[in-house]
């Protein structure tokens, strides 16, 4: 598909023809993923944070935000609460903080290899190579780094670099490949000053990272950021503003799927946020395949507010994941069991196949 051609889809208003792209990513969901959904316990051992982004509620700048760090052991009790609860992998998600010292993170990761048999994936945001490589040999499995957008002048008015270091995601992207780690990138949908160009050349970066998770979900703005106040960038005026919602979302999930076949593509808690009743189902009808359950428990979850709406006060983890469960068998699909390791991931790294001649081929 064209940069044309997915420039155009992301404008389309016709039912008719949205039905039809829903039902093309649908089938292609099930050619190659199939029908189980995998289920990943999403837990937030930090919500400090050194960056300054723009859109995130977890801005150094936010001091009215109570800040803590989870001990190993309250990680640990998550971990098992995760294979209770039926996720094959844990994710650890974090603001970048670095208080959380590679060291501690290793032996974090060491522990959950040794007390359960959980993928461990890791959203700690831009870390150093040789943390990286050191949380690899620890035993992680994946990791997520969105690079939000592919407009460099965008993402630098709503993403800071550190003073003195220019933030290269892709950069990151690439090592992390290298290390041997699945990984995961994505974008945010809508954002002020976003224009279906941009979006269109987000979709073909994310084919040409040739990643093994993608991520998408709308932008939510939050009160207590300056992009939620209206300031660092501002929405377009001249008709090509993305707009956030659900239908945009729907239809990057669902091209990101047509493109990367063998993705992992989650039914993002973003989008489970605009809809509530029914967000999840619509992306798990376009494309997606994995959701995943914040585990994180109280009263820590409250405070992990990169955006407002994404914890309900009064619901736990278990009765979290009886619904989510329910609502994925209500669809007509299974529950997943195992890792739910990336088919991109096991493509790549599958050893070549044997020639006929007996020889290997490249
Ligand atoms: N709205 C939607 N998504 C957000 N994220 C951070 N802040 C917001 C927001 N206000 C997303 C970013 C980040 C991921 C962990 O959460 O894309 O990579």
């Known amino acids: 598909m064209r940069h044309s051609e997915l420039a155009r889809w992301l404008q389309e208003t016709d039912e008719t023809a949205l039905r039809e792209l829903w039902r093309r990513a649908d089938a292609v969901r099930a050619a190659h993923v199939g ?16 960056r300054m982004c723009a859109y995130c509620g977890l801005r150094a700048e936010n001091r009215d935000l109570p800040r803590y760090r989870m001990s190993q052991d309250e990680v640990l009790a998550c971990a098992q609460q995760a294979t209770q ?3 094959g992998t844990i994710v650890l998600q974090t603001g970048e903080d670095p208080g959380i010292k590679p060291r501690w993170m290793a032996e974090l990761i060491q522990r959950i290899k040794d007390e359960t048999n959980l993928a461990v994936t890791l959203s700690l945001g831009e870390r150093e190579d040789d943390e990286l490589a050191l949380w690899r040999e620890a035993g992680a499995d994946r990791y997520l780094l969105r690079f939000e957008s592919s407009n460099r002048e965008l993402f630098e008015r709503i993403h800071p670099s550190l003073p003195g270091r220019r933030s290269d995601r892709i950069a990151i992207l690439r090592k992390l490949r290298e290390l041997g780690y699945e990984t995961g990138s994505g ?23 040739d990643l093994d998770m993608i991520g998408v979900g709308p932008y939510i703005p939050h009160p207590d950021t300056p992009l939620g106040r209206g300031e660092s960038s501002a929405p377009r005026t001249d008709g090509n503003q993305v707009p956030n919602d659900v239908v945009t979302t729907r239809k990057v999930v669902a091209l990101a799927r047509l493109l990367c076949p063998l993705t992992n593509i989650p039914a993002t808690t973003a989008l489970g946020t605009l809809d509530r009743e029914g967000g999840y189902e619509l992306g798990l009808r376009c494309g997606a395949n994995v959701i995943m359950p914040d585990l994180t428990p109280a009263p820590y979850r409250q405070m992990y507010e990169i955006y407002p709406g994404k914890t309900l006060i ?12 329910r609502r994925i068998r209500d669809m007509g699909r299974t529950l997943g069991t195992g890792r739910g390791d990336s088919p991109n991931w096991l493509r790549r790294n599958a050893s070549p196949p044997v020639a006929r001649s007996g020889r290997k081929t490249a």
Do not use: W
């Open 35 to 50: 029908d189980a959904v995998q289920l990943r316990g999403l837990v937030e051992p930090s919500n400090h944070c050194r």
């Open 85 to 87: 609860l039926g996720c």
């Open 187 to 209: 974008v945010m949908i809508g954002i002020p000053g976003q224009s279906y160009d941009d979006l269109a050349m987000d979709i073909e970066l994310l084919r040409e990272l």
């Open 314 to 325: 009064f619901d736990d983890p278990q009765a979290r994941c009886a619904t989510i469960k």
